[in-house]
């Protein structure tokens, strides 16, 4: 983590296309009652994928929040948030068209009851017309990637469950909208396959900050912000010890994603399906610490 500062901070760059986007650093304020934070400057580049993490009430939403409202010592936290190094554009916050930043939630519902392929092509003619077409089918086999149960594209956007709802919103966000900011909060307490999630995000080139409880999500992140007090108070970037613990944590993620889609299937659960993938697990975790 480097902690500087400069006088480019302090001057707005000229117009930005999303394209142009390389790079987010976030200048530290205080906490909640008013301490400096013990994290002065994170920086984050394109292609990391980031976690951030602290109990209820600890102020990561309001941390995300700084960072999709382009702080600039005008919030509660008194942060300051530079795109590529300088203070971004006006033009960022006053079109939506040139925003890089997109922020999904898991409260975030579609108000449109357009079918999910109308909505999407409608976008893509916005957003990507040379290529919609294309896109959209892409956009599709992204999201579907994500959910348990397939998005028919004939369905109105207001019948989608709310796993579906955010698995859309996040391929919608990444591909047709291709923006280079993904700010992800608490995704997984919709439905979202998180491990299949993070496989996917890391084969495009953007930022992706999680607000996240979820382990997997935090353990596999190229590194977390650990919030406390509405203050960054510490980065940790993954170590050895940690790649061992994801690898075991990942099969009882995978276990537990086995049980429940037997509940989806109507089957019944049982011990003897306990025990035996009990046993599975445990002997898949000897044979990867030997």
Do not use: C
Not at 109 to 121: I, K, T
Not at 122 to 149: C, P, S, Y
Not at 244 to 259: T, Y
Request: hydrophobic residues 40%; proline residues 4%; aromatic residues 4%.
């Amino acid at each position: 983590m480097s902690v500087f500062f400069s006088h480019s901070h302090n001057k707005e760059q000229p117009s930005l296309t999303l394209d142009d986007v390389h790079s987010v650093t976030l200048l530290g304020g205080h906490g909640k009652v008013g301490q400096k934070e013990t994290v002065t400057e994170v920086k984050l580049e394109m292609g990391n994928v980031v976690s951030i993490v602290g109990p209820t009430g600890s102020g990561k939403t309001a941390l995300i929040n700084d960072i999709e409202l382009f702080a600039n010592s005008n919030t509660p936290t008194g942060r300051r948030m530079l795109i590529n190094g300088a203070t971004p554009p006006e033009e960022l916050m006053d079109d939506p068209s040139k925003n890089p930043i997109a922020l999904i939630t898991q409260h975030t519902n579609f108000l449109s009851d357009l079918p999910v392929d109308v909505f999407l092509r409608m976008h893509a003619k916005i957003r990507r017309a040379d290529e919609h077409e294309t896109i959209v089918e892409e956009t599709l086999d992204f999201a579907n990637q994500l959910t348990g149960e397939p998005i028919i594209q004939g369905n109105s956007m207001t019948e989608l469950s709310g796993g579906q709802t955010r698995a859309l919103l996040i391929a919608d966000a990444v591909i047709i909208g291709n923006s280079p900011i993904l700010l992800l909060d608490e995704i997984e307490n919709a439905g979202i396959h998180r491990g299949r999630a993070l496989e996917l995000l890391r084969n495009y080139q953007k930022i992706f900050v999680f607000v996240t409880h979820d382990p997997r999500i935090a353990l596999l992140s190229d590194f977390r912000i650990v919030m406390s007090r509405g203050a960054m108070e510490k980065i940790i970037y993954p170590d050895e010890e940690e790649a061992i613990i994801i690898d075991r944590i990942g099969k009882l993620d995978d276990l537990m994603l086995r049980f429940r889609k037997r509940l989806w299937e109507g089957e019944r659960l049982s011990e003897k399906n306990l025990d035996s993938d009990l046993s599975a697990l445990l002997s898949s975790s000897k044979e990867t610490s030997s």
